[in-house]
């Protein structure tokens, strides 16, 4: 059973910094690129950071230059470093994999980040 567990979200000042965890089970973690989202209300989830099975980033232009994404295979865990945080990135954030992801169904509760200004 697919499980997606994230944590280190709470709240900050604008140009502060956050680490968001995310431990995941149920499946095979280094088979399987992984991705950040993050949702605010009447809005769709989008993709923030996403990392390859061969360590390959990519970033939303929003955030480019100040968060990172990093994976711990053998932990099986994922992890977003959170920089210079603007009132914008406030959000509830999600991990996936990007496959699961694009195909729609299970997600985990996921963690609210809020940034004040």
């Known amino acids: 059973q697919v499980q997606l567990v994230e944590s280190g979200g709470g709240l900050v000042q604008a140009g502060g910094s956050l680490r968001l965890s995310c431990a995941a089970s149920g499946f095979i973690f ?3 690129a992984m991705g950040w989202y993050r949702q605010t209300p009447g809005n769709q989830r989008e993709l923030v950071a996403s990392i390859t099975t061969g360590g390959v980033t990519n970033y939303a232009d929003s955030v480019k230059g100040r968060f990172t994404i990093s994976r711990d295979n053998g932990k099986n865990t994922v992890y977003l470093q959170m920089d210079s945080l603007k009132a914008e990135d406030t959000a509830v954030y999600y991990c ?21 200004s």
């Open 30 to 32: 280094g088979a399987n």
């Open 96 to 116: 996936n994999t990007v496959f699961r992801a694009r195909q729609g169904g299970y997600w985990g509760q996921g963690t609210q980040v809020a940034v004040s």
